[in-house]
């Protein structure tokens, strides 16, 4: 996957802005750039445009939206937002990034749902650890597959061409790291080359490549790959080839209660909303509510990489919203169970352990006794008969580390100067998560697809209309 030299290229086909990949961040892109009478052209590499959008529980988190407001929510805003990613990620990430992200959401959610008819609302109904507000926004099913369906239909509307099964295996580039254009293979072996002005890098992670996972976060090799096995860090690769910088590759989202052998996730108000993960022997091993990312290596380094998920019926009203619960449902990976006994039995630990395990949680609630792994359980009502129930792994979602941006999406070097015309967004870039996977606040993947995209598409239009 090189980088071939430009010098003396000729292109028999040739478009303003190329975008490498039609998940939410390249078609929000290229509606963006499309707004601003700006030819454009998307390359996918699938046969039918897929990738970690439509795998995504949908949810987009923004602070101070209309729509916010409009639900009764008033005391949301940007600022909070951006404090929320902040204190999640430690303060270890580009702070100027996440500002300018947080202050960018409310208007990349008001312009997809007015200008494209995006269907999300607010969520009010629980809130995500870590933040400080429901800044949560998703469609009715709360699936990302119904957002990305909108969004290709708004491109399709919108007479933007999209290439599919259109691998693009090179770029060309000249001596000052210009993009002139790339090269793509068809499934039959023929190969195309293609001019651009303006070329933005929309094809997400590493998270599909063992490789770059035993480089770069080994400790997650092992752990259950639920993203786009197309996620394989062609950005990565083309960027360093480029000379340009690479951040916070250790970083990635994870996910820890991904109901087995269903292989989808469990919502979280399984936990938000009292609900806790005990091991083999029925034992709490975490604080299960520091965030769903960082619980997939502490389920996966339990005995025999899994663990069970407990709540109730109180906590299934909201987690049953979420289309992927909904899955687990239907495929039989949550069970209702009457008593503690009858769960001991399933997961085959001594009742008393387990019976235990709900009583130290229990009197952690009346706020008498300090949880040994520092949650707090006294916001919640304890569980109550009937129960649920599912035996879960640890799962990687997607890669946060990546290409390092400006707040126009450009591509840096290493030396902190941009790439002349090359733009990267969604997970490509570095995202708001820090360093390692404690830092990703819940919807920040989708947080930075639709806003780098967007501020992606109308930068590349900019600079096309000044060439």
């Given at each position: 996957m090189p980088v071939l030299k430009a010098e003396e290229k000729t292109f028999s086909t040739h478009v303003p802005v190329l975008i490498i990949g039609a998940g939410a961040c390249g078609t929000i892109a290229a509606l963006a750039a499309n707004e601003r009478g700006v030819e454009v052209l998307i390359l996918e590499r699938d046969a039918k445009p897929s990738g970690n959008t439509s795998l995504s529980g949908g949810q987009i988190p923004a602070g101070g939206t209309r729509l916010q407001r409009a639900a009764g929510l008033m005391d949301d805003s940007p600022e909070l937002l951006y404090q929320d990613l902040l204190s999640k990620a430690h303060g270890e990430c580009d702070h100027v990034m996440a500002r300018h992200i947080a202050y960018e959401s409310g208007k990349t959610v008001e312009w997809l749902v007015d200008r494209y008819q995006l269907p999300i609302s607010p969520i009010l109904d629980f809130q995500y650890p870590g933040h400080s507000r429901p800044h949560m926004h998703a469609s009715p099913t709360r699936f990302g597959a119904e957002l990305h369906t909108v969004l290709l239909a708004a491109v399709e509307r919108e007479a933007i061409p999209i290439a599919t099964s259109a691998l693009v295996t090179d770029l060309f580039a000249d001596a000052a790291g210009r993009i002139h254009g790339v090269r793509v293979k068809r499934p039959d072996g023929a190969v195309e080359e293609i001019?651009?002005?303006?070329?933005?890098?929309?094809?997400?992670?590493?998270?599909g490549s063992k490789e770059m996972l035993s480089k770069y976060i080994p400790e997650a090799v092992?752990?259950?790959y639920e993203g786009h096995a197309g996620n394989q860090g062609d950005a990565i690769r083309w960027g360093e080839a480029l000379g340009a910088s690479i951040k916070d590759m250790g970083s990635f989202q994870g996910h820890g209660a991904v109901?087995?052998?269903?292989?989808?996730?469990?919502?979280?108000?399984?936990?938000t909303e009292g609900g806790f993960h005990v091991n083999c022997h029925g034992n709490r091993f975490s604080n299960e509510n520091a965030g769903y990312s960082e619980q997939a290596l502490k389920v996966h380094r339990q005995p025999g990489n899994f663990a069970?998920?407990?709540?109730?019926?109180?906590?299934?009203?909201?987690?049953?919203?979420?289309?992927?619960?909904?899955?687990?449902?239907?495929?039989g990976a949550v069970k209702r169970y009457d008593s503690i006994e009858a769960m001991a039995r399933v997961i085959g630990c001594d009742t008393a352990v387990?019976?235990?395990?709900?009583?130290?949680?229990?009197?952690?609630?009346?706020?008498?006794?300090?949880?040994?792994?520092?949650?707090?359980?006294?916001?919640?009502?304890?569980?109550?008969?009937?129960?649920?129930?599912?035996?879960?792994?640890?799962a990687l979602t997607h890669t946060q580390g990546g290409l390092e941006i400006d707040t126009q999406m450009r591509v840096l070097r290493t030396d902190g100067t941009p790439l002349p015309n090359l733009f990267a967004g969604g997970g490509a870039a570095r995202g708001l998560s820090g360093p390692a996977d404690w830092g990703y606040l819940s919807g920040s993947g989708l947080l930075m697809a639709t806003n780098t995209g967007r501020l992606a598409g109308e930068a590349a239009a900019a600079l096309?209309?000044?060439?």
């Open positions: 001019g651009c002005d303006a070329l933005i890098l929309a094809c997400n992670g590493y998270g092992d752990l259950f109901a087995t052998p269903a292989s989808v996730h469990l919502s979280w108000p399984t936990v069970w998920a407990i709540w109730d019926e109180r906590c299934e009203g909201p987690a049953s919203k979420q289309h992927s619960h909904q899955q687990a449902n239907e495929g387990l019976q235990q395990t709900f009583s130290d949680v229990a009197v952690c609630a009346t706020g008498t006794k300090t949880d040994e792994f520092g949650r707090d359980f006294t916001r919640k009502p304890t569980l109550k008969a009937p129960y649920y129930m599912s035996k879960i792994i640890g096309v209309a000044k060439s």
